[in-house]
């Protein structure tokens, strides 16, 4: 399963590859690191790593999905972004930063209207596709002033979560 991690004003892809015992492998932006990671109290984590040594402490944060993530030297805020958070922020009118350029459902769906053609000057809040997914329909909207650059789906297509539909300018 890949969940994106937001740290600061990075967001990175995090993939559980192997897990065999307390040796793991995962991949962080597509580069493969394999860890001996054992947890020693609750929360509490030692992580060989290249024969480096790192104890890292989690604790969540009352906001949902959301950790403080301490070591020795550092304190970072973590928030797991995966379709779930994707969908309710969406619902919820927010914006997703870095996709804010092309339109897209966080979850898998059919494609029922594209209310837009590409050249199109639309404003914000217009509804460009509506897209059904676990029995209900959902309506995309631009979140202020655009251009419909390119629609990248038609009417009917079955399609993947985070797959872009709209590229807006």
Do not use: H
């Not at 992580?47 to 304190?75: D, G, W």
């Not at 914006?95 to 209310?115: Q, R, T």
């Amino acid at each position: 399963m890949k969940l994106d991690i937001a740290v600061k004003d990075r967001v990175a892809t995090v993939e559980l590859l192997e897990k065999n015992g307390s040796k793991v492998k995962i991949s962080i932006d597509d580069r493969i690191y394999v860890l001996d990671a054992v947890m020693v109290e609750n929360g509490v984590y030692s992580i060989l790593s290249n024969n480096k040594s790192y104890n890292v402490e989690i604790v969540e944060n009352q906001k949902q999905k959301e950790y403080t993530v301490n070591t020795l030297y550092n304190s970072v805020t973590a928030e797991v972004i995966d379709s779930e958070s994707k969908y309710q922020k969406l619902r919820k009118g927010g914006s997703l930063g870095d996709e804010a350029n092309y339109i897209f459902s966080p979850m898998p769906g059919k494609v029922v209207k594209i209310l837009v053609n590409e050249g199109d000057e639309v404003k914000e809040g217009t509804t460009v596709v509506i897209i059904s997914a676990m029995k209900m329909e959902s309506e995309y909207k631009v979140k202020q002033d655009r251009v419909i650059k390119e629609i990248k789906v038609k009417e009917g297509d079955n399609i993947e979560s985070n797959q872009p539909l709209i590229i807006v300018e």
